[in-house]
């Protein structure tokens, strides 16, 4: 099944979509996004995904999966960074985080799957590039 599209820049949700997602350079308190991209750079502090759920039972579980999907020498194609679990209920705000660790990131492709219940809903894909 094809996931809904979503992009780096805040939309409303397709219809049926049970979230909005948007990349952004960081987030407010409020879990809104600051500066909206799908380009980050190599001393980017952190990649932040923030989301807004739209349909999902109380008690749901909302998963993002972090992807390096080409890093050149970096590391193997589509190697799993990361992944955070959070239960959410309808309508809620949130955010994930990838915060970068003591070196830069490697250039190239990345990508965050969100998946609600285990259920792909979203992929946005982005790059890191000088």
Do not use: C, M
Request: net charge negative.
């Amino acid at each position: 099944r094809t996931p809904p599209p979503a992009s780096a820049t805040a939309a409303p949700a397709a219809a049926g979509a049970p979230l909005t997602a948007t990349l952004a350079r960081s987030v407010t308190p409020e879990h809104q996004p600051v500066e909206p991209t799908t380009t980050f750079s190599p001393e980017a502090p952190a990649f932040h995904v923030a989301f807004r759920v739209v349909r999902a039972l109380p008690g749901a579980r909302l998963k993002a999966v972090w992807t390096a999907v080409d890093v050149g020498d970096a590391a193997p194609a589509n190697t799993e960074i990361d992944e955070t679990t959070v239960t959410v209920g309808a309508p809620v705000p949130g955010v994930f985080h990838l915060r970068r660790g003591p070196r830069p990131w490697p250039v190239g492709d990345y990508r965050v799957d969100l998946y609600l219940d285990d259920e792909l809903v979203a992929t946005l894909p982005f790059t890191v590039a000088p």
